[in-house]
């Protein structure tokens, strides 16, 4: 099972779940966040503890993955973790995919008002399939079009590459035998190697922000780089060398 597939899993079987009473904000998800933020247990009600991006934390947390959300933190704030993401290159408008945390403006300001994770799914009318919180007091799985939708945090999941290759299907070469070259690339290049590797990062679930590939290694490309890096378990330099080429490229040898 994938990390977005238990993180859905979790997330569907609470659809129904409510507030009791209606309208109090009373709910096993603001009881267990508030408890593991302040080290002791809390039952909080009122109006002070709206819980949709709790409800998403939880979510994460009862997967194991609370890593992936807001980098290991804790946040009940929608805006907070947007413009995070939006720092960290992680935040998108559009190509949304399952596991993404959608992000919500239903006024004119500058702040997201609401949030739930996308199932992957649309209706009949095309419009996205979410599972929200705090929707009608309760968990819901809710249909939204793009008029309320401000964005996405795509959370940094694992991209299954470590399959048995299919016997049709020929082994990646060597970069000798491929006549592959190598450069390295580093912070500030402009060129198409630069869009080469960020089409790569983009594809092995390292988003390079707003830009996407662009060929120009700024501080979204240059964040993803190293992102890449630490969970391939190479030198997190921001330097795209032979030995994250290699990664990169799936090439073993």
């Not at 933190?73 to 190509?95: H, I, K, P, V």
Request: charged share 20%.
């Amino acid at each position: 099972m994938t990390q977005v597939d238990k993180l859905l899993q979790v997330a569907r079987a609470e659809i129904g779940v409510a507030e009791d009473p209606l309208g109090s904000n009373h709910i096993k998800y603001n009881a267990d966040y508030y408890t593991q933020k302040r080290g002791y247990p809390v039952d909080p009600s009122g109006e002070s503890y709206a819980w949709c991006m709790v409800f998403v934390w939880w979510c994460f947390w009862q997967a194991g993955l609370s890593h992936l959300f807001y980098d290991g933190g804790m946040t009940a704030s929608c805006t907070t973790l947007m413009r995070w993401a939006q720092r960290e290159g992680r935040f998108f408008m559009g190509g949304y995919k399952a596991g993404d945390v959608f992000l919500y403006q239903f006024d004119d300001d500058a702040y997201s008002e609401h949030t739930g994770i996308y199932t992957g799914q649309v209706d009949a009318q095309g419009r996205y399939l979410v599972i929200e919180g705090n929707h009608n007091n309760r968990v819901e799985l809710v249909a939204r079009t793009d008029s309320v939708l401000w964005g996405a945090f795509r959370p940094a999941f694992e991209v299954e590459t470590d399959t048995v290759p299919d016997p049709d299907t020929p082994s990646a070469p060597s970069a000798a035998a491929a006549g592959i070259d190598l450069p390295t690339v580093a912070y500030g290049d402009r060129s198409e190697v630069v869009r080469a590797m960020q089409i790569l990062l983009i594809g092995r679930g390292f988003p390079c922000g707003f830009c996407a590939a662009d060929g120009e290694y700024g501080p979204d490309t240059r964040a993803a780089l190293k992102r890449f890096q630490e969970r391939r378990g190479l030198t997190v330099d921001a330097i795209c060398g032979p030995a994250t080429w290699r990664k990169l490229l799936g090439i073993n040898t």
